[in-house]
T-cell receptor
Framework: QKEVEQDPGPLSVPEGAIVSLNCTYS??????FMWYRQYSRKGPELLMY????GNKEDGRFTAQVDKSSKYISLFIRDSQPSDSATYLC??????????FGTGTSLTVIP | GAVVSQHPSRVICKSGTSVKIECRSL??????MFWYRQFPKQSLMLMAT?????????EQGVEKDKFLINHASLTLSTLTVTSAHPEDSSFYIC?????????????FGEGSRLTVL
């Protein structure tokens, strides 16, 4: 079983829609959870960082962590064409080991 | 967020030559840097973990004599692809982890696209 599972999509939504991106994981020791946005041929850009469980909101983005279900989500409100990218979830535990999802490709249609 | 600079962003070289890619943390110190390889439409594949002042830790299957990593300072790590071959053509990305404290955010460089002819 992979450490982190993420649906690769592709996901296509109309502009203005609410987007829900998800990852599941198997290791209950994970404490740090991150979401990255990666445009084509660019390095990943950190969007959200969450420690342990709970919600975190930043503008149109909301990250949720449910450690009991080993499930994390990223919600994008009022999606824009500029949000079209690949979204990677990442997580880690104490130390410096990180685990990445395969990425979900999102297209927001004007 | 913190800035990680990677250079060059694109490089084309002949088969058999060596190529060096630099990764710099511009506004923070990074005890640990990571090097990844990414194939088209695939996720990041960790190649090695680079710790300042010590030898890099390579992932299984990654040739340490081919992919030389040096982390000489808290703000600079380099990846040298030695005797490059066409199969080494890929997108190489570095990341740096903030030193100290409880934070574990990981920041990525812009990536370097290597094409070996």
């Amino acid at each position: 079983q992979k450490e982190v599972e993420q649906d690769p999509g592709p996901l296509s939504v109309p502009e203005g829609a609410i987007v829900s991106l998800n990852c599941t994981y198997s290791n209950s020791a994970f404490q740090y959870f991150m979401w990255y946005r990666q445009y084509s041929r660019k390095g990943p850009e950190l969007l959200m960082y969450t420690y342990s469980s709970g919600n975190k909101e930043d503008g149109r983005f909301t990250a949720q962590v449910d450690k009991s279900s080993k499930y994390i989500s990223l919600f994008i409100r009022d999606s824009q064409p500029s949000d079209s990218a690949t979204y990677l979830c990442a997580m880690g535990r104490t130390g410096n080991q990180f685990y990445f999802g395969t990425g979900t490709s999102l297209t927001v249609i004007p | 967020g913190a800035v990680v600079s990677q250079h060059p962003s694109r490089v084309i070289c002949k088969s058999g030559t060596s190529v060096k890619i630099e990764c710099r943390s511009l506004d923070f110190q990074a005890t640990t840097m990571f090097w990844y390889r990414q194939f088209p439409k695939q996720s990041l594949m960790l190649m090695a973990t680079s710790n300042e002042g010590s030898k890099a830790t390579y992932e299984q299957g990654v040739e340490k004599d081919k992919f030389l990593i040096n982390h000489a300072s808290l703000t600079l790590s380099t990846l040298t692809v030695t005797s490059a071959h066409p199969e080494d053509s890929s997108f190489y990305i570095c990341s740096a982890q903030l030193s100290g404290g409880a934070a574990r955010e990981l920041f990525f460089g812009e990536g370097s696209r290597l094409t070996v002819l």
